[in-house]
């Protein structure tokens, strides 16, 4: 049966003789050796290892907080784009609509007091707006009459709800002070397939 360890005998011979301590210590110096390297370094490095995980992930819940705070904002402004795009492509005729506008003309001009017997449609020219290619359409009539006339109906293209615009030709009255020029509303025409969604978003 091996010999009890007793820590007080080994007090009293490492006194008298330090050769007596030196092997308990190196055990004790072996075992924490022994200790740290296959319990507490690998246990060390796995804790590092989840710190680091344990910080991704949290920078991770960091960018998709943030993405879903400015979410509500993204939406508004689709909504807002949205809302402009349609109230831009209800300002404009379609395509099919050329005649419709040839009407509104007269029906402009007959407001103004402006006799007109037809309205005659202009070439077509083609207008690229970003990605969109639509056309510019004017139509004409001739006009004999005052000042206060043209000015009225210039005024009532200028309230228009479609896109009306006409360019003001040099006026020069004849021998009887009326003015006799040739004058030419135009619109805009977008065609019948046009998205509904924004240019940016097609």
Known sequence: M???FSISD???KAKSDPKEAAQPLVIVLALA???YKFLYAPKVIELTKEIKKKQRIEADIKTVE???ENL???KLDIEERKSKWSKAQQLCYRKADMTAFLRRVRELAQKAGINVKTVNPQVISP???GKISIENFPVSFFYTGDLVQMGIFMRLVEMEDKI???SIPPLTPNASGVFEVELAPTTLLIPENLQ???PDEQ
């Open 33 to 35: 050796f022994i200790g």
């Open 164 to 166: 009306t615009f006409i």
């Open 196 to 198: 509904v969604a924004p």
């Open 72 to 74: 509500e904002d993204i």
């Open 2 to 4: 091996a010999e009890e």
């Open 66 to 68: 943030s993405a879903i």
């Open 10 to 12: 080994w007090l009293k």
């Open 127 to 129: 207008l690229q707006v």
